[in-house]
């Protein structure tokens, strides 16, 4: 099956702070999304972005899909941007998302 | 905005009890899903269910496990006979269809066998 996996795994910075969180995956994927989960365990949509780019806000996503990996960018951290960030693609028959370990940030005021 | 709705948000139950989940999917969605997440660890897949039938499900989901729309709003989740190891979050979601659709999930169900 396909295998996602991200880095860094685990990321501190101070807010105001810029970062890049990764995702590679091991196949071709017509579906890959980004989610954050936040402190209270919920997991909020950020991109449906199998290709191209993408922004909204200080968010904003790349998904190169030749060479399999897609890369979203938080601008201007702020402390209500902690929590994990998780890659999703979907598999081949689209019935899925099979999911990455996820980046846990942590952004201190 | 439109919403997946979980109930309960905690549930306790004892080891070998039955437990069922329950969603509401977003309305106009045809595509409906359940997902865990063991504390600490990824989201994984469990199954899909379109058209009121089963369209995937992992190695997970085995015969302890089964899924329903008994009408045409709600979408549940059975475990028949909970084992320890089933204690996590329960993510229910929705899309419109399967490819094309970012996932909408809803809030989770922490279930605790003990």
């Known amino acids: 099956g396909i295998q996602v996996e991200q880095s860094p795994p685990d990321l501190i910075l101070q807010e105001g702070a810029n970062s890049t969180l990764r995702c590679n995956f091991s196949d071709s994927v017509n579906n890959l999304q980004w989610f954050h989960q936040n402190p209270w365990g919920q997991l909020i949509n950020l991109f449906y972005?199998?290709?191209g780019t993408k922004q909204n806000g200080r968010l904003s996503a790349t998904t190169v899909a030749t060479e399999r990996y897609s890369l979203l960018y938080i601008s201007s951290s702020q402390t209500t941007d902690s929590g994990v960030y998780f890659c999703a693609v979907g598999n081949q028959a689209g019935t899925a998302l099979i999911f990455g370990k996820g980046t846990t940030l942590s952004v201190s005021s | 905005e439109p919403e997946v709705t979980q109930t309960p948000s905690h549930q306790v139950t004892q080891m070998g009890q039955e437990v069922i989940l329950r969603c509401v999917p977003i309305?106009?969605?045809?595509?409906f899903y359940w997902y865990r997440q063991i504390l600490g660890q990824k989201v994984e897949f469990l199954v899909s269910f379109y058209n009121n039938e089963i369209s995937e499900k992992s190695e997970i989901f085995d015969d302890q496990f089964s899924v329903e729309r008994p009408d045409g709003s709600n979408f549940t989740l059975k475990i028949r006979s909970t084992k320890l190891e089933d204690s996590a979050m329960y993510f229910c979601?929705?899309?419109?269809?399967?490819?094309?659709?970012?996932?909408?999930f809803g809030s989770g169900t922490r279930l605790t066998v003990v």
């Open positions: 979601a929705s899309t419109p269809e399967g490819v094309g659709y970012g996932y909408t």
């Open positions: 972005i199998p290709s």
């Open positions: 309305s106009n969605h045809l595509y």
